[in-house]
């Protein structure tokens, strides 16, 4: 069983920045396409970000581009997702998520993520 927990969400003025982090345990994080979504009120869950399994490839929602950055940490089994330059429309529930890889292209659904955090609060304030 694989448990994911996200952390380094709070509230951030306008331009700021965060680092939120994702610990992965139960399994070698090198085995999954890890992902961070989001989820806004009354919006639906929008995937912000993906790493594949060696860490080689990257994927962004088109709105973070420039100014989020997915990485990983394989001998500490972690994933992060350093958000720059916030924008009052990041305030969102981000949650961190895994994919065993079965050597398929990384995907940016939802539906194709087998574990998820429960999320971490990011606030941007005016």
């Known amino acids: 069983q694989v448990q994911l927990i996200e952390s380094g969400g709070e509230v951030v003025q306008a331009g700021g920045s965060l680092r939120l982090s994702c610990v992965v345990s139960g399994r070698t994080v090198s085995s999954y396409d890890m992902a961070w979504f989001r989820q806004a009120p009354g919006k639906e869950r929008e995937c912000v970000a993906v790493?594949?399994?060696?860490?080689?490839?990257?994927y962004y929602e088109e709105s973070v581009q420039g100014r989020f950055t997915i990485s990983r940490d394989m001998p500490k089994n972690m994933v992060y997702l350093q958000t720059n330059n916030l924008k009052l429309e990041d305030t969102a529930v981000y949650s961190c998520a895994a994919r065993y890889w079965i050597g398929t292209p990384m995907s940016a659904r939802d539906s194709d993520y087998n574990y998820w955090g429960q999320g971490t609060q990011v606030t941007v304030s005016s």
């Open positions: 790493i594949n399994w060696s860490g080689g490839l990257t």
